[in-house]
């Protein structure tokens, strides 16, 4: 099945562009396209996307108050973020505020699919960019997160910083896929995180996940 896809930019030059790489994947269907803040909510409504690929810097409503209202939606699409804003506030914010993905729009085109795929699947995927600069800026007094989180769900939470689904990261430790949930609701619970997101962006704040 096409994953559909709905476009929320304001520059038709960036919309273009977007379609016309999107135009060599048959696996992708564009669904609709969004230039204000204001008309993507009602859109995604009617279109059903999959994927939500969101400029940060739109007119209209703002980017966080988007995901936050999803959440109100019944059938929420995954977030991928393309903008020209790499900073290492706008990444993490936007992965706290419910973001799967996060690309920049000076990429290779060839990265958004891989994004938009990655995304679909409740994956979390960074563009290399992206990642390079949260590893080039992790905070120098890591948290002691040794002291915190067992061996196990420390585990846990890089796999899950990398971007691996429940199932994957059950099949990578040999453990069942309720075990690696009840990890997960423990990290939660002992780092005060509330969402999939915010703990990914708590590993790549505290140097949990390596370049390799």
């Not at 269907?29 to 996307?49: F, K, R």
Request: no cysteine.
């Amino acid at each position: 099945m096409a994953i559909h896809v709905l476009i929320a930019d304001d520059h038709p030059i960036v919309r273009s562009g977007i379609r016309n790489e999107l135009s060599h994947h048959p696996d992708f269907e564009i669904v609709g396209e969004a230039i204000s803040g204001d008309e993507i909510l009602p859109q995604l409504g009617e279109s059903h996307a999959d994927v939500l690929i969101l400029d940060i810097n739109m007119p209209g409503m703002k980017a966080k108050h988007i995901l936050g209202e999803l959440e109100k939606v019944e059938r929420p699409p995954q977030v991928l973020v393309l903008t020209a804003y790499g900073d290492p506030e706008n990444v993490l914010g936007m992965l706290k505020a419910g973001a799967r993905g996060y690309l920049l729009k000076d990429s290779s085109p060839g990265n958004i699919a891989d994004g938009i795929r990655a995304v679909a699947k409740g994956m979390t995927w960074l563009s290399p960019e992206v990642a390079s600069v949260l590893l080039e800026t992790q905070i120098d007094e890591k948290a002691n997160f040794e002291e915190t989180l067992s061996a196990r769900e420390t585990e846990v939470l890089q796999f899950l910083a990398q971007g691996y689904s429940n199932a994957q990261i059950a099949e990578r430790l040999s453990i069942s896929e309720g075990t690696v949930k009840n990890h997960i609701t423990n990290i939660y619970d002992k780092l005060g995180l509330h969402t999939r997101a915010e703990a990914v962006a708590w590993a790549w704040q505290n140097g949990l996940v390596s370049s390799g």
